[in-house]
């Protein structure tokens, strides 16, 4: 059974790795390393190139979204521009921790602190993810790993969980940008 499901998920994810974007600037011996793991893990392989896209423009965002609205919030109800920056920080080094089965990084934040500490420890969160993702392979993906709420949850299942969230914060990132008359990472015209 576990089989299966492993087969199912790569078969939906290898489509996604084959299908990365060319040309993106990353470190040539992480670059090596995850094309020889593209063979023998195509669930790892997928999580990294997915995660790789995502960096890129969240932290895109972040940095253009200008100092003085990181306090912005479109509605009472909704989270500040610096929280949503330190939500997906949180997220990234918690799922990634989980992922290694090690400590993550623990720096104290506040979504007040400054853009350019929140960015700096966004990009960190990032770094630290790619560094574990680098290691990980599909060996593991039903080992039960630390989630959310004191619960446990699959290594890919975390691994899914880590991609589904970097889309959902980029989107939200996105979204603020726009509602501030900001044109988002993805939405830019490419360069030659």
Same mark, same amino acid.
């Not at 990634?96 to 979504?111: F, M, N, Q, R, V």
């Not at 949850?153 to 975390?158: D, E, L, P, Q």
């Given at each position: 059974?576990?089989? +299966?499901?492993?087969?199912?998920?790569?078969?939906?994810?290898?489509?996604?790795?084959?299908? #990365?974007?060319?040309?993106?600037?990353?470190?040539?011996?992480?670059?090596?390393?995850?094309?020889?793991? #593209?063979?023998?893990?195509?669930?790892?392989?997928?999580?990294?190139? +997915?995660?790789?896209?995502? %960096?890129? %423009?969240? +932290?895109?965002? #972040?940095?253009?979204?200008?100092?003085?609205?990181?306090?912005?919030?479109?509605?009472?109800?909704?989270?500040?521009?610096?929280?949503?920056?330190?939500?997906?920080?949180?997220?990234?080094?918690?799922?990634?921790?989980?992922?290694?089965?090690?400590?993550?990084?623990?720096?104290?934040?506040?979504?007040?602190?400054?853009?350019?500490?929140?960015?700096? #420890?966004?990009?960190?969160?990032?770094?630290?993810?790619?560094?574990?993702?680098?290691?990980?392979?599909?060996?593991?993906?039903?080992?039960?790993?630390?989630?959310?709420?004191?619960?446990? +949850?699959?290594?890919?299942?975390?691994?899914?969980?880590?991609?589904?969230?970097?889309?959902?914060?980029?989107?939200?990132?996105?979204?603020?940008?726009?509602?501030?008359?900001?044109?988002?990472?993805?939405?830019?015209?490419?360069?030659?």
């Amino acid at each position: 059974m576990k089989r +299966i499901m492993f087969g199912f998920l790569a078969a939906l994810l290898l489509p996604l790795a084959a299908g #990365a974007e060319q040309g993106s600037p990353s470190s040539a011996p992480q670059a090596k390393q995850a094309a020889a793991q #593209a063979d023998t893990s195509p669930v790892s392989s997928a999580v990294r190139s +997915i995660l790789e896209r995502r %960096v890129k %423009v969240t +932290i895109g965002a #972040a940095e253009a979204m200008p100092a003085d609205k990181y306090s912005y919030r479109p509605t009472p109800d909704q989270m500040t521009f610096g929280h949503l920056v330190l939500h997906t920080l949180d997220t990234n080094n918690f799922l990634c921790s989980s992922i290694a089965g090690t400590a993550g990084p623990s720096e104290k934040l506040a979504d007040t602190d400054s853009k350019e500490k929140l960015v700096a #420890a966004l990009k960190g969160s990032f770094d630290y993810c790619t560094q574990v993702l680098a290691k990980t392979d599909d060996v593991n993906l039903a080992e039960q790993v630390p989630f959310f709420g004191g619960g446990k +949850i699959s290594r890919v299942g975390a691994m899914i969980v880590l991609t589904d969230a970097a889309f959902d914060h980029y989107s939200m990132a996105a979204m603020y940008l726009r509602l501030n008359g900001l044109v988002p990472p993805s939405a830019q015209p490419k360069k030659d």
